[in-house]
């Protein structure tokens, strides 16, 4: 399966906010996610705190969504990707990648 979304990082009172959106996964899927600092295709770090971001659990009808709540400053500059991979025992496997907009102040 292909699997499609969207998501964005926006900003929040406590610093910034990270969501996702994502269909066409495998129905009952659970899939860890985060923002990445860069952009697909590279192993950069995560942007903020890796426990702030919940698994994606993936419904019946092969969507899921999910927030994260991130105590780190809305970035206003930079490259950030969000990613989504295999599952919680198989996180070396990105299964979908999406490059975001650059950052605006």
């Not at 910034?16 to 192993?43: F, M, Y």
């Amino acid at each position: 399966m292909q699997v499609r979304g969207t998501g964005y990082l926006a900003r929040d009172p406590n610093g910034s906010k990270a969501v996702i959106h994502v269909s066409n996964a495998t129905p009952g899927g659970v899939h860890p996610w985060s923002v990445r600092v860069g952009h697909c295709g590279t192993e950069n770090p995560v942007f903020g705190d890796p426990a702030a971001y919940p698994n994606l659990k993936v419904d019946k009808d092969g969507t899921a969504q999910n927030s994260a709540t991130l105590s780190v400053p809305f970035p206003t500059s930079g490259e950030y990707s969000l990613e989504v991979r295999a599952s919680p025992t198989n996180v070396g496997t990105v299964i979908a990648c999406g490059n975001l907009a650059p950052p605006t102040q």
